[in-house]
């Protein structure tokens, strides 16, 4: 019997890893982000025709698994369904939102709450076949407490609003020379500014030690665990794992907050590609 060939895409807003499974083997390559929020239907069928295809060579898809954000939602739902299926009209196509992906990712089959902390953020309690509970995602606007773009806007405020010491105030000039108009205009009239706004996650990372980047840090992270992990009862029962370059750069932070408010840590991946390979290997 020949191998089923996979194809299995981790979509954000930044970015998507795609993987094509052959043979039970991963080839792993990136494009841009999918978000329908951002990105239109025929942005995204020139992203698959331009960036994916050249990757997939000779090979006949038979399945594809798409995890994306904004998935959830009905009429994107069925937005990506229109884009896929004149591209790969003989495959069987699974859409998904980014969230259960994540879940399966970080979870497998056992119980756990999964958490999303990347250019976005989100969780849910998944019982090992699906997610029961989801804390409400209100974007980087009104929400995204933990995130990239979270982090990033306590950056940009601790700048505008001068809060920054001198050492910390020509570092910030000197990796990002701009201006205040300039934030603001990428801000409030620019496209995508929570990219624009997690840009600015970097300095922080580049930067630990230094008591004020420590205290956004802590802060940023923590206001994720108040509000968003701790109102689930069963995260005091079960791992909570987390996903997302911040999760994975703040690692250390995240551990100490475990630690704090007595939880159980689980895994912490760099991106759910890790953990989809091995869940989509097994079914």
């Known amino acids: 019997m020949t191998p089923t060939v996979k194809l299995i895409a981790d979509s954000g807003s930044t970015k998507t890893e795609w993987c094509l499974l052959k043979n039970n083997k991963p080839v792993i390559f990136t494009t841009q982000g999918m978000s329908p929020y951002f990105v239109n239907?025929?942005?995204m069928e020139k992203i698959i025709r331009e960036e994916v295809l050249p990757f997939l060579k000779k090979n006949v898809v038979e399945e594809i698994y798409f995890y994306g954000t904004g998935c959830k939602n009905p009429v994107n739902l069925k937005m990506f369904k229109n884009v896929f299926k004149?591209?790969?009209?003989?495959?069987?196509?699974?859409i998904?939102?980014?969230?259960?992906?994540?879940?399966?990712?970080l979870c497998g089959n056992e119980k756990g709450i999964a958490c999303i902390l990347g250019t976005g953020s989100n969780s849910c309690y998944?019982?090992?076949?699906r997610i029961v509970k989801n804390?409400?995602?209100?974007?980087?606007?009104?929400?995204d407490e933990g995130s990239g773009a979270y982090l990033g806007k306590k950056v940009i405020q601790h700048f505008l609003y001068d809060i920054f010491d001198n050492d910390l105030r020509s570092r910030f000039d000197a990796k990002f020379?701009?201006?205040d108009a300039e934030i603001l205009d990428a801000i409030y009239k620019q496209p995508l500014p929570n990219r624009y706004l997690?840009?600015?996650?970097?300095?922080?990372a580049e930067n630990r030690g230094h008591y004020m980047i420590e205290n956004i840090i802590e802060d940023g992270l923590n206001d994720f665990f108040y509000t968003h992990i701790i109102r689930y009862r069963e995260s005091f029962k079960l791992p909570v794992h987390f996903t997302g370059g911040i999760a994975f750069g703040f690692k250390d932070v995240i551990e100490q907050l475990s630690i704090g408010y007595e939880l159980q840590l689980g895994n912490i991946f760099k991106s759910p590609m890790e953990g989809l390979i091995k869940y989509h290997q097994s079914i």
Do not use: M
């Not at 804390?135 to 929400?143: A, D, E, H, K, N």
């Open 96 to 105: 998904d939102h980014d969230l259960s992906g994540a879940a399966k990712a």
């Open 86 to 94: 004149p591209i790969f009209p003989k495959a069987f196509i699974k």
């Open 41 to 43: 239907k025929d942005g």
């Open 126 to 129: 998944y019982n090992g076949k």
């Open 198 to 204: 997690a840009s600015f996650a970097i300095f922080l």
């Open 135 to 143: 804390s409400p995602g209100l974007g980087f606007i009104l929400g």
């Open 177 to 179: 020379v701009t201006t």
